[in-house]
């Protein structure tokens, strides 16, 4: 890779943390600015506690992506599974938005161990393992 390459990579990089950090905070200004009647009703809607809804904001708006990650790396179709069961993937989100073992979950979905080791750290490896279960989720 040539040094400008490296150097245009990295800078995008920079330009998409920077993306992500200023939603985040888009978001959680949002939030703040809401009265507890209006977040009460957004959560209730989502069918979300309120304390899950506002982990959920400040934890930014991919957060949430290793899930995604890690349900193609065992080779399941993720829109499938949210059709099927709509309920469990929103609380499976939270739960991988607001993990704290993200830096394991993303070394371990880099060097494709993921699928071999998410039991023994993904907090939602038992919710992972039903989906499994049933062949009409799996990638095609």
């Known amino acids: 890779m040539t040094y400008r390459a490296l150097l245009d990579e990295q800078m995008s990089k920079v330009g998409d943390w ?14 703040q600015a809401m009265s507890a009647r ?3 009703e957004l959560s209730g809607e989502m069918g979300l506690s309120r304390a899950s809804l506002e982990a959920l904001v400040r934890a930014g708006p991919h957060a949430a992506g290793e899930m995604q990650a890690m349900m193609t790396a065992l080779d399941l179709d993720p829109a499938a599974a949210q059709a099927a069961y709509p309920a469990m993937l929103r609380d499976m989100k939270v739960t991988c938005a607001t993990c704290g073992d993200k830096p ?16 023994t750290f993904c907090p939602n490896a ?11 989720l799996h990638s095609a």
């Open 38 to 40: 209006d977040i009460e």
């Open 18 to 31: 920077w993306q992500t950090k200023r939603e985040k905070y888009r978001d959680i200004a949002a939030l």
């Open 104 to 119: 394991s979950c993303r070394h371990l979905l880099a060097d494709g161990t993921a699928a071999a080791l998410y039991p």
């Open 126 to 136: 038992v919710e992972l393992q039903e989906i499994a279960k049933r062949p009409d």
